[in-house]
């Protein structure tokens, strides 16, 4: 079986051939091969230097589109039975593969999501004080909704780590272009009464100083990108 990993990359020159590195190294279920896309976004700092072209197949936007854009041009070039999204920050730990591409080996299996959220508790104080709180809150409140739209019961809806088989994948008929992708991924699943199941997995949140992007206006739209696609397709 072949897992296509789509890392969208916009001016990451930091961290890119770090995360690569870790993606190379990364186990994956006996069986399993790998096949990684790199999207660069129209990175205006020196990210495609950082990219060993010889060793992943590189696509280049000649504009800067956006996260959601990047993995809708990944899909159009994966030929994986699975897709599985990874951002090229340092956030999450490709050493989670296994526990995220091991229940495909059941072919029922259709969608996998690495959960930050079920052993990730708030903790205001302390040496394990929680890293960007008003983020780990804003994730709560956009599950939370997502689980009285849909009906449904999961525990981290914006992750970044999805695993879909690729024949799901294509039939979502993504639209969004920026951080909305994620919401939409999610809603049209639940949407189509898809199973996901969630994984735990451990992430390392960035701050802004460090180079986070993603901010209180791209909460507002995924509210809005939930909404909109309980009642649109």
Same mark, same amino acid.
């Given at each position: ?7 969208? &990359? ?27 896309? &790199?999207?660069?976004? %129209? ?5 495609? %230097? ?14 800067? $589109? ?40 059941? &072919?029922?299996?259709?969608? &996998? ?17 929680? *890293? ?11 599950? $939370? ?12 809806? +914006?992750?970044?780590?999805? %695993? ?7 039939? $979502?008929? $993504? ?7 994620? *919401? +939409?991924?999610? %809603?049209?699943?639940? /949407? ?12 390392? *949140?960035?701050?802004?100083? /460090? ?23």
């Amino acid at each position: 079986m072949k897992v296509s990993i789509i890392i969208p &990359v916009f001016n990451e020159q930091k961290t890119i051939a770090q995360i690569l590195k870790r993606v190379f190294a990364a186990r994956i279920p006996s069986g399993f091969i790998k096949e990684i896309i &790199v999207v660069n976004d %129209a990175s205006t700092d020196r990210t495609l %230097a950082f990219i060993p072209k010889s060793s992943c197949i590189l696509i280049s936007h000649p504009q800067n $589109l956006g996260k959601g854009a990047a993995i809708r041009t990944g899909l159009n070039h994966a030929t994986g039975d699975v897709v599985l999204i990874q951002d090229a920050d340092l956030e999450y730990d490709p050493r989670d593969y296994l526990k995220l591409l091991t229940p495909f080996k059941n &072919v029922d299996t259709r969608v &996998v999501y690495g959960s930050r959220l079920i052993n990730y508790p708030l903790r205001f104080y302390g040496p394990q004080k929680t *890293p960007m709180p008003v983020h780990w809150l804003a994730n709560h409140f956009l599950t $939370l909704l997502t689980n009285l739209l849909f009906n449904r019961s999961v525990t981290d809806m +914006e992750t970044c780590y999805k %695993a879909i088989r690729r024949d799901v994948f294509l039939s $979502l008929r $993504l639209k969004s272009n920026r951080f909305d992708i994620e *919401p +939409e991924i999610t %809603a049209k699943i639940l /949407q189509r009464g898809i199973k996901i199941i969630e994984v735990p997995i451990k992430v390392n *949140p960035r701050s802004y100083a /460090q180079g986070k992007k993603i901010g209180w206006r791209d909460g507002l739209i995924a509210v809005w990108t939930l909404i909109k696609y309980k009642f649109v397709d």
